[in-house]
């Protein structure tokens, strides 16, 4: 057997919040559409991987999904550009990655980063 997808799923009554957020921020693709449920992705082949944790590093807390960009710089300015406050960073990291914490429209928080 071999792991083809792994989702994370976002329990909420408000399913067109994620518009805004995945898709007009991260230009995430709309997959599909059955107003109970929307999937975004990309068509880009992508790094399975699912990750347990103690802390989110830096003693920051566990953030419940991380997006890795090509450019960081842009996907700060897109949140700042949407009003969206930053929880963290940026900042570089110690084990090689430059990164930002937001919070979804649904109160998950988001690790952006990229690696340095």
Do not use: C
């Amino acid at each position: 057997m071999k792991v083809k997808r792994i989702v994370a799923n976002i329990g909420t009554q408000a399913v067109d919040d994620a518009k805004r957020f995945y898709q007009q921020i991260f230009g995430l693709d709309l997959l599909m559409d059955l107003g109970w449920i929307a999937t975004y992705g990309s068509s880009e082949t992508m790094t399975v991987q699912i990750s347990f944790a103690s802390q989110g590093g830096s003693d920051t807390p566990v953030p419940d999904l991380s997006i890795e960009v090509d450019d960081l710089a842009a996907a700060l300015e897109r949140v700042k550009g949407a009003a969206i406050p930053i929880e963290y960073g940026p900042v570089d990291e110690p084990w090689g990655v430059r990164r930002f914490f937001v919070r979804d429209p649904f109160g998950k928080l988001v690790n952006v980063l990229v690696h340095v």
